[in-house]
């Protein structure tokens, strides 16, 4: 069955390094892909997306790669800073109408 | 920058009572959904909606769940009769069009004792 999960369920970084988290995907079908963040006891808030016909995207600070051969995603934070603390999801369009959520990876930032 | 409102932000119920959960999506959007969180893990879909009707639904969202969009700016999940285990975050999400950024609301937790 369709899944999105991520490789890690935590991250710790050092304030300034540089940030990558890691997904995959199953479902060969989807092409619109989201990463997400939450805060503590707020909803996910859209950080970068990414279609099936795009390898990689370039936001402030963030950049996501897409692998469709081996159905893989990432994103990358540039310079880490203590205000990216939160729990990273990644998404995937499971079909039209509803978009899946792997499981999450917590980040945590090291002064 | 607009954003979906969610009400009320805590509510808690008697297992068994109907609760209503309120939802002001953005304002152009035209695709709804709700999703629910269980504390420390994923989001799960729920349903979508469109064009006054459910689009899509999960095997979560059973005949105790229902949407409607009352008026020309709510969107409205009802639990009939709440379970202990209905207990979680819910959130509600907009899109202007499919496959496009959904903005998810702060949130509602419910409570269910």
């Known amino acids: 069955g369709e899944s999105v999960g991520l490789h890690l369920p935590t991250l710790s970084v050092q304030e300034g390094d540089n940030s990558i988290i890691n997904c995959a995907y199953s479902?060969?079908?989807?092409?619109?892909f989201i990463w997400y963040k939450q805060e503590s006891g707020k909803g996910p808030q859209f950080i970068i997306d990414i279609r099936s016909n795009m390898d990689k995207r370039q936001g402030q600070r963030v950049t996501v790669l897409l692998n469709k051969t081996v159905k893989h995603l990432s994103l990358q934070i540039a310079a880490t800073q203590p205000g990216d603390s939160a729990v990273y999801f990644c998404a995937e369009n499971s079909n039209d109408y509803k978009l899946s959520f792997g499981a999450g990876t917590t980040v945590t930032v090291r002064a | 920058e607009p954003e979906v409102t969610q009400t009320p932000s805590h509510q808690v119920t008697q297992m068994g009572q109907e609760v209503i959960l309120r939802c002001v999506p953005i304002?152009?959007?035209?695709?709804f959904y709700w999703y629910r969180q269980i504390l420390g893990q994923k989001v799960e879909f729920l349903v979508s909606f469109y064009n006054n009707e459910i689009s899509e639904k999960s095997e979560i969202f059973d005949d105790q769940f229902s949407v409607e969009r009352p008026d020309g700016s709510n969107f409205t999940l009802k639990i009939r009769s709440t379970k202990l285990e209905d207990s979680a975050m819910y959130f509600c999400a907009s899109t202007l069009r499919q496959n496009t950024e959904a903005f998810f609301g702060q949130g509602t937790r419910l409570t269910v004792v």
């Open positions: 304002s152009n959007h035209l695709y």
């Open positions: 479902n060969s079908a989807s092409d619109y």
